[in-house]
Protein backbone atom coordinates (compact mmCIF):
# COMPACT_ATOMS: atom_id res chain seq x y z
CA UNK A 1 0.00 0.00 0.00
CA UNK A 2 1.36 3.29 -1.24
CA UNK A 3 -0.15 6.82 -0.96
CA UNK A 4 2.15 9.52 -2.15
CA UNK A 5 1.23 13.45 -1.62
CA UNK A 6 2.74 16.10 -3.88
CA UNK A 7 2.14 19.54 -4.57
CA UNK A 8 2.96 21.29 -1.49
CA UNK A 9 5.53 24.32 -1.49
CA UNK A 10 5.96 28.28 -0.66
CA UNK A 11 3.01 30.37 -1.05
CA UNK A 12 2.48 34.32 -0.25
CA UNK A 13 -1.10 34.55 1.81
CA UNK A 14 -3.92 34.83 -0.69
CA UNK A 15 -2.42 32.23 -3.10
CA UNK A 16 -3.18 29.14 -4.54
CA UNK A 17 -2.30 25.46 -4.11
CA UNK A 18 -3.45 22.34 -5.22
CA UNK A 19 -2.48 18.92 -3.49
CA UNK A 20 -2.68 15.57 -5.22
CA UNK A 21 -2.19 12.10 -3.68
CA UNK A 22 -1.92 9.19 -6.05
CA UNK A 23 -2.27 5.72 -4.40
CA UNK A 24 -1.49 1.80 -5.00
CA UNK A 25 -1.89 -1.27 -3.11
CA UNK A 26 -5.36 -1.08 -2.64
CA UNK A 27 -8.70 -0.63 -3.97
CA UNK A 28 -9.20 3.20 -3.96
CA UNK A 29 -12.60 3.14 -5.36
CA UNK A 30 -14.34 1.67 -1.75
CA UNK A 31 -12.20 3.56 0.78
CA UNK A 32 -13.13 6.96 2.13
CA UNK A 33 -10.43 9.69 1.46
CA UNK A 34 -9.02 12.33 4.14
CA UNK A 35 -6.89 15.46 3.77
CA UNK A 36 -5.08 15.74 7.88
CA UNK A 37 -2.47 18.54 8.43
CA UNK A 38 0.24 18.84 11.43
CA UNK A 39 1.43 22.60 11.49
CA UNK A 40 4.68 22.60 13.25
CA UNK A 41 4.93 22.20 17.09
CA UNK A 42 1.05 21.17 17.20
CA UNK A 43 -1.40 17.69 16.89
CA UNK A 44 -2.88 16.46 14.06
CA UNK A 45 -5.77 17.89 12.59
CA UNK A 46 -8.64 16.65 10.55
CA UNK A 47 -8.87 18.90 7.29
CA UNK A 48 -11.36 17.07 4.72
CA UNK A 49 -13.37 13.89 3.56
CA UNK A 50 -14.78 12.34 0.76
CA UNK A 51 -16.66 9.42 0.06
CA UNK A 52 -15.75 6.86 -2.31
CA UNK A 53 -17.82 7.95 -5.03
CA UNK A 54 -16.89 11.72 -4.32
CA UNK A 55 -20.44 12.53 -4.19
CA UNK A 56 -20.27 13.97 -0.33
CA UNK A 57 -17.58 15.85 1.46
CA UNK A 58 -16.98 17.50 4.95
CA UNK A 59 -14.49 20.10 6.19
CA UNK A 60 -13.30 21.96 8.84
CA UNK A 61 -15.26 25.02 9.68
CA UNK A 62 -11.88 26.37 9.22
CA UNK A 63 -11.11 25.36 5.36
CA UNK A 64 -14.99 25.85 4.48
CA UNK A 65 -15.24 27.90 1.20
CA UNK A 66 -11.51 28.26 0.46
CA UNK A 67 -11.06 24.34 0.07
CA UNK A 68 -12.09 21.55 -2.20
CA UNK A 69 -11.44 17.77 -1.69
CA UNK A 70 -12.33 15.62 -4.78
CA UNK A 71 -10.93 12.34 -6.41
CA UNK A 72 -10.62 10.45 -10.00
CA UNK A 73 -11.27 7.11 -9.27
CA UNK A 74 -9.95 6.20 -13.09
CA UNK A 75 -6.47 7.84 -11.74
CA UNK A 76 -6.18 6.42 -8.21
CA UNK A 77 -6.15 10.30 -7.29
CA UNK A 78 -7.03 12.33 -4.50
CA UNK A 79 -6.71 15.93 -4.45
CA UNK A 80 -7.23 18.66 -2.36
CA UNK A 81 -7.83 22.67 -4.08
CA UNK A 82 -6.64 25.63 -1.28
CA UNK A 83 -7.44 28.84 -1.80
CA UNK A 84 -7.21 32.26 -0.10
CA UNK A 85 -4.33 30.59 1.88
CA UNK A 86 -3.54 31.77 5.38
CA UNK A 87 -0.54 31.55 7.57
CA UNK A 88 -2.85 29.76 9.25
CA UNK A 89 -3.05 26.74 6.47
CA UNK A 90 1.39 25.99 7.31
CA UNK A 91 1.39 22.27 7.73
CA UNK A 92 2.34 19.32 6.66
CA UNK A 93 -0.71 17.57 4.82
CA UNK A 94 -1.10 14.19 4.99
CA UNK A 95 -3.72 11.76 2.68
CA UNK A 96 -5.50 9.22 4.82
CA UNK A 97 -7.32 6.28 3.63
CA UNK A 98 -9.87 4.26 5.65
CA UNK A 99 -13.86 4.44 6.86
CA UNK A 100 -15.61 6.11 9.07
CA UNK A 101 -13.91 4.77 12.40
CA UNK A 102 -10.33 5.22 11.03
CA UNK A 103 -7.45 6.37 8.65
CA UNK A 104 -6.12 2.66 8.31
CA UNK A 105 -3.37 4.24 5.61
CA UNK A 106 -0.70 7.13 5.20
CA UNK A 107 1.43 9.44 2.99
CA UNK A 108 4.42 10.72 4.49
CA UNK A 109 2.83 13.74 3.67
CA UNK A 110 3.65 17.18 1.38
CA UNK A 111 4.63 20.25 3.09
CA UNK A 112 2.84 23.42 2.68
CA UNK A 113 4.02 27.15 4.08
CA UNK A 114 2.12 29.92 3.54
CA UNK A 115 4.51 33.15 3.99
CA UNK A 116 5.48 36.73 2.36
Not at 9 to 30: E, K, Y
Not at 41 to 60: A, D, H, N, R
Request: hydrophobic share 30%; aromatic share 12%.
Amino acid sequence: VQLVESGGGLVQPGGSLRLSCTASGFTFSTYLMYWVRQAPGKGLEWVSTCTPTGGTTYYTDSVKGRFTISRDNAKNTLYLEMNSLKPDDTALYYCTAGDYSRMDYWGKGTLVTVSS
